[in-house]
């Protein structure tokens, strides 16, 4: 059974900084390419960040170049995002995601697995 537990989520004031893990269980972790999501309520889930296998390649949406760092430890089975710079609209619920082990990141477009979620408010 494959499990994504994320911890790290929080109130900051903008300008800070949070760092977000998500560990993972029942899943190869290091032929899996993981990403972290976020939602607002009422809103799509959107991509933050996506990471290879090995963790050379690495994107980013747009709104976020250049603010947050996505990072893994396959050997830890973890892997994190550090946001910095935040700002009052990264408020969201921040999801880890792992898509179907195997897959290229070309290939990898819809996850196969999902966290439940931790809460991340920015206050302006």
């Known amino acids: 059974q494959v499990q994504l537990v994320e911890s790290g989520g929080g109130l900051v004031q903008a300008g800070g900084s949070l760092n977000v893990s998500c560990v993972a269980s029942?899943?190869?972790?290091?032929?899996?390419?993981m990403a972290w999501y976020r939602q607002v309520p009422g809103k799509q889930r959107e991509l933050v960040a996506k990471?290879?296998?090995?963790?050379?390649?690495?994107k980013y949406a747009d709104p976020v170049k250049g603010r947050f760092t996505i990072s893994r430890d396959n050997a830890k089975n973890t892997v994190y995002l550090q946001m910095d710079s935040l700002k009052p609209e990264d408020t969201a619920d921040y999801y880890c995601?792992?898509?179907?082990?195997?897959?290229?990141?070309?290939?990898?477009?819809?996850?196969?697995?999902w966290g439940q979620g931790t809460q991340v408010t920015v206050s302006s």
């Open positions: 995601a792992a898509y179907r082990p195997g897959q290229l990141m070309d290939a990898a477009t819809v996850p196969l697995y």
């Open positions: 029942g899943i190869y972790l290091s032929i899996t390419i």
């Open positions: 990471i290879t296998q090995g963790g050379r390649t690495t």
